[in-house]
């Protein structure tokens, strides 16, 4: 199949294979240039790999996919530099000050200096957190660090900017900010946004095209309103049951928590 | 310059750090201060003159073996903290944020190497000229290189800090026990001396004392060969591992 132009992310029979575990099987899908794009899915279903995937963190095992009409393989750097990501677990470095945070970030982007100091401020004062630059970030709660990581997503100008789930633990306050924000920055600057959640009224609300991923597969892609159609449902909710099923799945062991705990002690 | 703003990082942090530089000076302190004045009189009677002058270098080697392994298997910490997916992320080698990492790790053992050989000197330590102390600084800094480097190779090999305490029990402390900073590497039994010349940490002792207290087991020309090597391999190696990390 032909790449079309306006598709910013192309994915194609993409498998992914931990040994003999296949965590993403043999999905295809795309993103146009512009779009607000939810990938949802239940836990463990594959989407983290997927995004891992785009993002050249990891290759893939088989399947072609193109971000921004470069490989992530073959080309990283050229990939790396057009897209803006926020993890699922914070990824900021809580004994640098925001502002630091910030900088490290545009001088590893190559963000010209006087570019980079401009912007800091302008995307700092907009998530609210200039008036704490020179904090050190551990010293922040959840949802600010959650804002930090988005402005920081956002400082090299990139056209795509990835979101796993974004939204987790914050309150519908912080929640409603970041998600004005987004479409703003959206609609004016024609970013591509591509996001998880397991919020359902989130990705009704916000996204113009919804793909569902499931044991690695994808089940279903679409508008909201198609996705209810084609369920006979009325909510997204009820479609995302009704694609997935009810049977609660097991989440990834993590062993973050032993680390907190051991970092402390070594720490003293 | 991101290379540089790797290293600044790690500087920072150091810096900021108060309770962990004065943590990682209370052992080699302990170690100086009982050891140098318990055995003094025993080693002077011997005949081989004053213990701390001989043991300070060895004590200046001991803060850099464990400060530099130490920050290179931080890398750890930043795989399980997120930090390191925001520099895989980036457009960036990844070998060059190994480098990066790794000058900032060895910089920050060198400081603390410094500090140890400063306290040392308040404590009795007197080193035969000047220039020798000046001149040591660069020669911490490639031993420091080459244990942060070592570091990075075991972080990259490891989940979590589980494995950590193995590590120091049978590799690194096995390396500072067994490489003559505490004691003379002349006439040892035989075992005992083909292991010391094993050690990587022997040679950087050794030229420690080369050039602090004049006085060489190996010969400085070798003990500089020797280290260069063994960082060069262990930089080489360490940035193998590190390619291979998976977020």
Redesign the interface.
Known sequence: MALEMNNIIEVKNLTKKFGEFTAVDDISFSVNEGEIFAFLGPNGAGKSTTI?IL????APTVGKVLVNGKDPVAD???V??S?G?V?Q????????TAW?NM???G????VPKKIRRERIESLMKFVELWDRKDS?VKEFSGGMKRRLEIARGLLHHPKIIFLDEPTLGLDPQTRNHMWEYLKDLNKKEGTTVFFTTHYMEEADRIAGKIAIIDHGKIIASGTSSELKEKTNTTSLEDAFLSLTGNVIREDQAS??D??RA??RM??? | MKIYILWLRQIKRYLRSKSRILGSLAQPLLFLLAMGYGFGSVYQKAGEGNYINFLAPGIIGMSIIFTSVFTGIEIIWDRQFGFLKEMMVAPMSRLNIMIGRTIGGATVATMQGIIVLILAMIFGFHPVSFTGVILVIPVMFLVALLFTALGTMIASLLDDMQGFQLIMNFLIMPLFFLSGALFPLDGLPKTLSIIARLDPLSYGVDAFRSLLIHSSHYGLGLDLIILSIITAVFLGLGGYFFKKIQI
Do not use: A
Not at chain 1, 90 to 95: A, G, K, Q
């Open positions: 891992k993002t050249t963190l990891l990283p750097d050229l790396r530099r897209f990501i993890f677990d914070t990824s900021l470095d809580d004994e640098l630091e900088e490290f970030h001088v590893l982007y190559d050190l062993s973050v032993n680390m051991s970092r070594w720490r003293k």
